[in-house]
């Protein structure tokens, strides 16, 4: 009996993996449990208390790696909003499914596996595919570089990202590189700064040359220019004292030809002695020329199922894409779920229904397609 792609996003919804804290276990062996009864090989890969990520692969040829499908199971929190729809009861109303991580991306989970299973019994044999299902995305990526650090990604040629795009396919998506800077002083009263150093002080001229920082590489076709915000600054711990420390949050997104090393020294390098850098997150730009041949299939498959022939455009978030290309040698990866980009993090979140059956299209097309079947 097939499974329903709709109801199988109703009782991902259902289960809270708000993160912090996360607690994507249920959810991940839920999934571990149906694919491993239709054949799939399957491995849970934990990294903290009830953090489980799962992986599953199907059929597997020396000669051409498999096709892989990415999605991760944890959501955001709900907000201070107060919501018109249960967060969790998975209601449908007027064509959509509501709750908190239904476009983001629990929708897409749920269509990537019927895809899978659907498919399931065609693949031996084949190059095949592999899921992998991460927890902790929406906090950087934590679960995805466990993955990696650990060794537990095995090969891939494509990857797909079930991340929300109303079904577009997108060919990349900018880097994220989060920084810390850290500056130190020397504390005494605040009646007598003369015999202090005040880490504020140096922190405000370090703000200064952020500000005045421009990027030296060319403007990406697509992603534009890199940026650089100050996000946060903090300092000091009362009126009536020097400050002996100050620390700036800098969130930087980069495109391809940035390379986060050199950007790192060159920052160093202008912000001077006084400044530590500390290396928050790191996620590289993910992006496939237009060109490439098994993008052109992406196009090809999806210019049928949407009616429109796909032009190159990217997304504005970053995703466990940026890992996983680490991992796998910087494979063709295109970002394609059924979920609504900009219902992501709000609000009465909800997916469209009717995106969910032609995802579940779509990656099965792309496999067929993948493994000659
Ligand atoms: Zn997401």
């Not at 597997?60 to 959501?75: E, R, V, Y």
Request: net charge negative; aromatic share 6%.
């Amino acid at each position: 009996m097939p499974i329903n792609p709709v109801d199988l996003s109703k009782e991902l919804v259902r289960m809270n993996t708000i993160n912090p804290p996360g607690r994507e276990e249920s959810c991940a062996r839920h999934l571990g449990v149906l694919l491993e009864s239709a054949g799939f090989r399957i491995r849970y890969h934990t990294y903290g208390d009830t953090r489980v990520s799962l992986l599953a692969s199907i059929g597997g040829d020396a000669a051409k790696p498999p096709l892989c499908f990415t999605g991760h199971i944890d959501t955001v929190p709900l907000g201070a909003a107060p919501w018109m729809m249960f967060t969790f009861a998975a209601d449908t109303d007027n064509g959509r499914l509501y709750g908190r991580g239904s476009s983001d991306m629990k929708c897409g989970v749920a269509a990537l596996t019927v895809a899978a299973l659907n498919s399931a019994k065609h693949l031996q044999g084949t190059p095949g595919i592999t899921l992998v299902i991460t927890a902790g995305e929406e906090t950087g990526c934590e679960g995805a570089f466990h993955l990696y650090r650990d060794g537990a990604l095995d090969r891939a040629g494509a990857v797909v990202v079930a991340e929300p795009t109303s079904n577009y396919p997108f060919v990349g998506h900018r880097g994220a590189l989060w920084l810390k800077a850290t500056t130190r002083g020397v504390t005494a009263h605040g009646s007598m700064p003369e015999k202090g150093v005040n880490a504020v002080y140096k922190a405000a001229r370090a703000v200064a040359k952020l500000e005045a920082f421009r990027f030296e590489n060319a403007p990406h076709p697509l992603m534009g220019q890199a940026t650089l915000n100050v996000g946060t600054i903090h300092g000091g711990l009362n009126i009536n004292s020097v400050p002996d420390r100050a620390e700036i949050a800098i969130d930087i997104r980069t495109v391809p030809n940035v390379n986060h090393a050199k950007l790192i020294e060159t920052l160093a390098a202008q912000l001077g002695a006084d400044v530590e850098l500390e290396n928050l997150m790191d996620l590289e730009a993910v992006y496939t020329d237009a060109s490439d041949a098994w993008m052109q299939t992406v196009f090809e498959v999806m210019g049928k199922l949407l009616n429109e022939q796909p032009q190159p455009r990217v997304a504005t978030y970053f995703t466990d894409a940026a890992p996983l290309s680490m991992a796998y040698g910087n494979p063709p990866t295109v970002i394609l779920g059924p979920g609504e980009p900009q219902m992501a993090h709000q609000t009465d979140e909800y997916c469209d229904m009717q995106r969910i059956e032609v995802a579940v299209e779509a990656y099965e097309q792309l496999i067929r397609r993948w493994c000659s079947v």
